[in-house]
């Protein structure tokens, strides 16, 4: 899996996102939500067996462009993606099978 332990404030451009070929995930939040940090133990569970699908941590708050894109109003919000298009999205999760479900969709 490729992924980082924190939010990171530098989001790349949509166009980088829209032109990745295959898996992958973007996950909306910040490092101090209470819901973020709770979903993490889920979230890292669910991409043990998803080591190929590339996994975007990005913080979002006001003014961030790429969270306005994708229409995130709820930390963490998660968007799975194929080929640049989302085919899935889970927001506050708090069932690892639903995101396995969902890695699974994008696999």
Known sequence: ???TPQYNASAPEPDDIEQTSGPLVLEFGTNWCGHCQAAQPLITSAFADH???QHLKIEDGKGRRLGRLH?????????????GQEIARLVRPTDRENIRRALDQIS
């Open 1 to 3: 899996m490729t992924s």
């Open 51 to 53: 080591a190929s699908v």
């Open 71 to 83: 229409n995130v109003k709820l930390w963490p919000t998660l968007i799975f993606m194929r080929d």
